[in-house]
Protein backbone atom coordinates (compact mmCIF):
# COMPACT_ATOMS: atom_id res chain seq x y z
CA UNK A 1 0.00 0.00 0.00
CA UNK A 2 1.05 3.66 -1.20
CA UNK A 3 -0.12 6.32 0.91
CA UNK A 4 -0.43 9.91 -0.34
CA UNK A 5 -0.81 13.08 1.59
CA UNK A 6 -1.34 16.39 -0.54
CA UNK A 7 -0.63 19.80 0.17
CA UNK A 8 -1.05 23.40 -0.89
CA UNK A 9 -4.24 24.03 -2.02
CA UNK A 10 -5.81 27.51 -1.35
CA UNK A 11 -7.24 30.67 -2.85
CA UNK A 12 -5.18 32.97 -5.30
CA UNK A 13 -6.79 35.37 -7.33
CA UNK A 14 -5.67 35.61 -10.92
CA UNK A 15 -2.42 35.54 -12.33
CA UNK A 16 -0.87 34.69 -8.64
CA UNK A 17 0.66 31.24 -7.92
CA UNK A 18 0.37 28.32 -5.36
CA UNK A 19 2.99 25.22 -5.18
CA UNK A 20 1.01 21.66 -4.22
CA UNK A 21 2.79 19.35 -2.77
CA UNK A 22 2.32 15.40 -2.62
CA UNK A 23 4.38 13.11 -0.14
CA UNK A 24 4.58 9.31 -0.26
CA UNK A 25 4.78 6.60 2.15
CA UNK A 26 4.93 2.74 2.46
CA UNK A 27 5.55 0.88 -0.32
CA UNK A 28 7.29 3.12 -2.18
CA UNK A 29 9.33 1.58 -4.39
CA UNK A 30 7.13 -0.35 -6.93
CA UNK A 31 6.33 3.28 -8.18
CA UNK A 32 7.21 4.37 -11.58
CA UNK A 33 5.02 6.89 -12.36
CA UNK A 34 3.71 10.03 -10.72
CA UNK A 35 1.65 12.59 -11.95
CA UNK A 36 -1.08 15.18 -10.81
CA UNK A 37 -4.66 15.18 -12.90
CA UNK A 38 -7.44 17.54 -11.68
CA UNK A 39 -11.38 17.81 -11.53
CA UNK A 40 -13.26 20.73 -12.16
CA UNK A 41 -16.83 21.15 -11.23
CA UNK A 42 -18.75 19.57 -13.92
CA UNK A 43 -16.25 18.14 -15.96
CA UNK A 44 -14.25 15.15 -15.97
CA UNK A 45 -10.81 14.34 -14.63
CA UNK A 46 -8.13 15.13 -16.28
CA UNK A 47 -4.22 15.02 -16.36
CA UNK A 48 -2.64 17.66 -15.45
CA UNK A 49 1.34 16.82 -15.40
CA UNK A 50 3.33 13.94 -15.04
CA UNK A 51 6.19 11.95 -14.79
CA UNK A 52 6.37 9.23 -17.17
CA UNK A 53 7.50 5.94 -16.42
CA UNK A 54 10.14 6.67 -18.35
CA UNK A 55 10.88 9.42 -16.54
CA UNK A 56 9.91 12.19 -19.12
CA UNK A 57 7.23 15.15 -18.49
CA UNK A 58 4.21 15.61 -19.60
CA UNK A 59 1.73 18.33 -19.32
CA UNK A 60 -1.30 19.46 -20.82
CA UNK A 61 -1.40 21.81 -23.51
CA UNK A 62 -3.88 24.10 -21.41
CA UNK A 63 -1.05 24.17 -18.89
CA UNK A 64 2.26 24.42 -20.50
CA UNK A 65 4.88 27.18 -20.03
CA UNK A 66 2.94 27.84 -16.69
CA UNK A 67 3.08 24.91 -14.29
CA UNK A 68 6.12 22.93 -13.59
CA UNK A 69 5.97 19.01 -12.22
CA UNK A 70 9.00 18.28 -10.00
CA UNK A 71 9.91 15.87 -7.22
CA UNK A 72 12.59 15.27 -4.58
CA UNK A 73 13.18 11.63 -4.53
CA UNK A 74 14.43 11.58 -1.00
CA UNK A 75 11.49 13.28 0.71
CA UNK A 76 9.68 11.17 -1.32
CA UNK A 77 7.32 13.89 -2.60
CA UNK A 78 6.03 15.07 -5.61
CA UNK A 79 5.24 18.98 -6.42
CA UNK A 80 3.88 20.89 -8.79
CA UNK A 81 4.24 24.92 -9.18
CA UNK A 82 1.53 26.79 -10.55
CA UNK A 83 1.61 30.20 -11.94
CA UNK A 84 -0.33 32.52 -13.85
CA UNK A 85 -2.93 30.75 -12.57
CA UNK A 86 -6.14 31.75 -14.30
CA UNK A 87 -10.10 31.21 -13.14
CA UNK A 88 -10.31 28.26 -15.35
CA UNK A 89 -7.95 26.11 -13.49
CA UNK A 90 -9.90 26.47 -10.47
CA UNK A 91 -10.81 22.54 -9.68
CA UNK A 92 -9.55 19.49 -7.25
CA UNK A 93 -6.25 18.65 -7.65
CA UNK A 94 -5.07 14.96 -6.56
CA UNK A 95 -1.42 13.70 -7.62
CA UNK A 96 -1.39 9.45 -8.30
CA UNK A 97 1.09 7.64 -7.96
CA UNK A 98 1.30 3.55 -9.54
CA UNK A 99 3.58 0.89 -9.58
CA UNK A 100 2.66 -1.99 -12.44
CA UNK A 101 -0.21 -3.69 -10.42
CA UNK A 102 -1.72 -0.78 -8.73
CA UNK A 103 -2.96 3.00 -8.51
CA UNK A 104 -3.20 5.34 -5.59
CA UNK A 105 -4.50 8.86 -5.43
CA UNK A 106 -4.16 11.65 -3.14
CA UNK A 107 -7.26 12.79 -1.13
CA UNK A 108 -7.02 15.80 -3.46
CA UNK A 109 -6.66 19.56 -2.69
CA UNK A 110 -8.87 22.29 -3.36
CA UNK A 111 -7.29 25.44 -5.78
CA UNK A 112 -9.40 28.22 -6.07
CA UNK A 113 -8.59 31.22 -8.33
CA UNK A 114 -10.62 33.97 -8.18
CA UNK A 115 -11.00 36.50 -11.17
Known amino acids: QVQLVESGGGLVQAGGSLRLSCTAS????????MGWYRQAPGKQRELVAE???????NYADSVKGRFTISRDIAKNTVYLQMNSLKSEDTAVFYC?????????WGQGTQVTVSS
Open 96 to 104: VYSSAEYVY
Open 51 to 57: FTVSGRT
Open 26 to 33: GRIASINY
